[in-house]
C-alpha cells in the first residue's frame, strides 16, 4: 500500500512540475530569511532557488537552464551588494526583474539605476504578502495576491 503512495505521489509530482511556474531567485546570507521566504512563497506556487551569497546566486543563474523571472536579492552581503549582483545578472537575463531589500535607508538610492517597471524595493521588515504583491506587479500579473495552498 505504502509503494502506491509513493508512485501516486510521484506521478502528480510530475504532471504539477509540467506546468510553467514562475522561477525566483532568492538572495540573502541570513539564512533564516532565506528559509522563510523560500517555503512561503513555494507554497504560493513559484518555483523558488536560493543562493547565501552573491557569487552562489551567479553560479546558479549561469547553470539554470529555464527562466529565471524575478531576483529577490539582500542589498548589503559580503562581497557584493544586491544591486550589483542585479547588474552583472541582467547582462545574462536582460528581462530579469528585481527585488531589492535592506534594511538600511541608504539602499534606496541604488534604485534610480533601474527602469521603474523592472525592480521593486522593501525595506526590512516586510510580509510575504507584500512580497507577493510586488513580485505579481513586475511580473505583470493581477497585484491581488494569488494563493495556491496545498
Request: overall charge neutral; hydrophobic content about 45%.
Amino acid at each position: 500500500m505504502g509503494h502506491m503512495t509513493a508512485v501516486a505521489e510521484l506521478k502528480s509530482t510530475r504532471t504539477n512540475m509540467s506546468a510553467r511556474k514562475n522561477t525566483l531567485l532568492l538572495v540573502d546570507d541570513e539564512s533564516a530569511i532565506t528559509l522563510l521566504f523560500e517555503f512561503e512563497l513555494s507554497r504560493i506556487g513559484y518555483y523558488v532557488l536560493t543562493a547565501s551569497n552573491a557569487q552562489e546566486a551567479k553560479r546558479i543563474a549561469k547553470e539554470f537552464q529555464s527562466p529565471i523571472d524575478v531576483l529577490i536579492t539582500d542589498w548589503r552581503m559580503p562581497g557584493m551588494t544586491g544591486d550589483q549582483l542585479a547588474c552583472d545578472l541582467l547582462v545574462q537575463r536582460p528581462t530579469l526583474k528585481v527585488v531589492l531589500m535592506s534594511g538600511y535607508p541608504e539602499a534606496a538610492t541604488v534604485c534610480q539605476a533601474f527602469h521603474k517597471d523592472q525592480l521593486a524595493f522593501f525595506h526590512k521588515p516586510f510580509s510575504v504578502d507584500e512580497l507577493n504583491g510586488a513580485i505579481r506587479r513586475l511580473l505583470g500579473l493581477s497585484s491581488k495576491p494569488d494563493r495556491q495552498v496545498a
